[in-house]
């Protein structure tokens, strides 16, 4: 499979499942700001006119939830009268929070294979990758999808485009030759928007309007700085493909917590263990391990011991060590995989405990003024240029990587 095109897409965070995620991360963070070993699960539901929050929190912090839901729903957006159904004054918040099960609770508070220490809050699979496709060691249609998503944001809430709405998504399709990008095959942005701009009501005319706006205001600033860029000429641009995006949101349709998981991690480009990431705790691995996944194998290729590195981790509820790790990568690497997981093992500590300590994910909320995993919410986990993200963070264990790899070269 040398040469194909592959394909990533992204969305806003006017999304109805990225409203949702964004919600749950609010709750996470302000839960542990005010008490860093609180426990959270917590899920949203959106749709016309309603938020329901749901799961299983035990935490000293007291939040106002219906307070701080209506705050998130109006940072994104959705206010007044373009608000389209749902509206941060007026929408109904329903509360229906239990407390972590007991049953959970005491493997997680101490494992049972080693004392003193944090067990896995459940069982299941996780995996990380980075390849050497884009400066952030991210491969590219997902980077530039969510680079898209960023800037369509970005001309909404800076009223560059003034009749852009909250709701929106972005795909990308790239162009592979002997397995490297070699050029952007077709964009697609679909973007929700006034039923009138500028006194134009002809669909057509409307879509054509956006269009245009659109490559000039989102598409050539996002791509300005890539080496492969998009061509008018070449490029293939779809917008709004249906005619229109008028109806949107939790009114066009139902938003549920952890229902972008591949949008949240690789696109589509890596494998994914099935675990969502928001509204969960960092003793939760389903987010944890897999941050811990990803700074393995962006370690790996940093440290030029392969083009590309794909890890995975498997975890037992209560037990602290992984079960598994396996490394792959893909007949890029320099030395042999036993040897890269021999490395893994002796300088990754992938316990539950050590991976919270090693990131400081517990305090992070607070030092980052109460919004530290919300921001996580949206356009990504990994590869952020806009975030400080720690398991992002990898200069000093790759080069901790390389000395320990000369026993093997």
């Known amino acids: 499979m040398s040469d194909f095109i592959f394909t990533s897409e992204s969305v ?32 949203t539901v959106v749709n016309t006119g309603l938020c329901l929050l749901t799961g299983e929190i035990t935490s000293k912090a007291k939040v106002d ?41 005491q493997g997680v508070n101490k494992a049972d294979d080693l004392e003193d220490n944090t067990g896995a809050g459940d069982q299941g699979i996780m995996f990380g990758y980075a390849c050497d496709e884009t400066p952030e060691l991210m491969p590219l249609p997902i980077s530039l999808a969510h680079r898209l998503a960023i800037q369509l944001a970005r001309v909404r809430h800076e009223k560059v485009l003034n009749y852009l709405l909250p709701d929106g998504k972005t795909q990308v399709s790239i162009d592979y ?10 964009i697609l942005i679909s973007t929700q928007h006034n039923p009138e701009i500028d006194g ?3 669909e057509e005319e409307i879509r054509q309007r956006i269009k245009e706006d659109l490559w000039a205001n989102v598409v050539i600033p996002a791509t300005e700085d890539l080496e492969i860029k998009p061509n008018i000429s070449k490029t293939r ?12 949101g939790p009114q066009g ?20 263990g099935g675990g969502a990431f928001s509204g969960k705790d960092p003793t939760k691995v389903d987010r944890s391990a897999a941050y811990a996944a990803r700074y393995v ?49 002796d300088n990754f500590d ?36 806009d975030l400080e993200l720690p398991w992002e963070n990898v200069e000093e264990k790759a080069a901790k990587l390389v000395e320990a790899a000369k026993v093997f070269l």
Do not use: W
């Open 12 to 43: 806003t965070e006017g999304h109805p499942d990225k409203i949702c995620d964004q919600i749950s991360d609010a709750v996470l963070d302000a839960l542990l700001t005010e008490d860093p070993e609180s426990r959270v699960a917590c899920e």
């Open 65 to 105: 939830y219906i307070k701080l839901v209506r705050n998130v729903i109006k940072e994104i957006g959705y206010e007044g009268y373009r608000a389209g159904g749902f509206d941060a004054n007026s929408c109904a918040v329903l509360v229906a929070l239990d407390e972590q099960s007991p049953d959970i609770a």
């Open 177 to 186: 030759e002997k397995e490297l990008p070699v050029s952007i095959n077709t």
């Open 200 to 202: 134009i009501t002809n």
């Open 237 to 248: 641009f779809l917008v709004n493909p249906t005619g229109k995006f008028v109806l949107g």
């Open 253 to 272: 349709d139902a938003g549920l917590t952890g229902r972008k998981i591949i949008v949240d991690t690789y696109g589509g480009y890596a494998r994914h």
């Open 297 to 345: 194998a962006k370690s790996i290729v940093k440290a030029k011991l392969a083009k590309k590195a794909e890890v995975q981790l498997s975890y037992a509820i209560g037990v602290a060590k992984p079960i598994s790790i396996l490394v792959e990568t893909f007949d890029t690497s320099i030395i042999s995989q036993a040897n890269l997981t021999e490395l893994i093992k």
């Open 350 to 385: 992938l316990r539950p405990a050590a991976i919270i300590k090693e990131f400081n994910l517990r305090n992070l909320p607070k030092k980052m003024g109460g919004k530290f995993f919300r921001q996580t919410a949206c356009y990504g986990h990994f590869g952020r240029r």
